[in-house]
Nanobody
């Protein structure tokens, strides 16, 4: 049974930072591309960042470029998202997701999802 468990969300003031973590189990982690997505109330789920299975390829959404860093530790079956210079518009539930082998920015391509962690940024 595949499980993805996010942690690290919270309430932060604008300009602050948070580091999200996603712990994976039940899959051969090193063969999965991992992505971070977010969903704000009343909005569709959107791509934030993704990293290939080996970590050599990374993509970011334009709205987080320069403010976010995605990384992974295949020995620990974990993926991380460091978010800096947070803005109120970053407020959303953040999800990690796993896709077998091939990196993608499309949430529909992902096979497994976590339950999400809330980031709330106050102005």
């Amino acid at each position: 049974q595949v499980q993805l468990v996010e942690s690290g969300g919270g309430l932060v003031q604008a300009g602050g930072s948070l580091r999200l973590s996603c712990a994976a189990s039940g899959l051969t982690f090193s063969t999965y591309a991992m992505g971070w997505f977010r969903q704000a109330p009343g909005k569709e789920r959107e791509f934030v960042a993704t990293i290939s299975a080996g970590g050599g390829t990374i993509y970011y959404a334009d709205f987080v470029k320069g403010r976010a860093t995605i990384s992974r530790d295949n020995a620990k079956n974990a993926v991380y998202l460091q978010m800096n210079s947070l803005k109120p518009e970053d407020t959303a539930v953040y999800y990690c997701a796993a896709r077998r082998l091939i990196i993608s920015t499309n949430p529909s391509d992902y096979n497994y999802w976590g339950q999400g962690t809330q980031i709330t940024v106050s102005s």
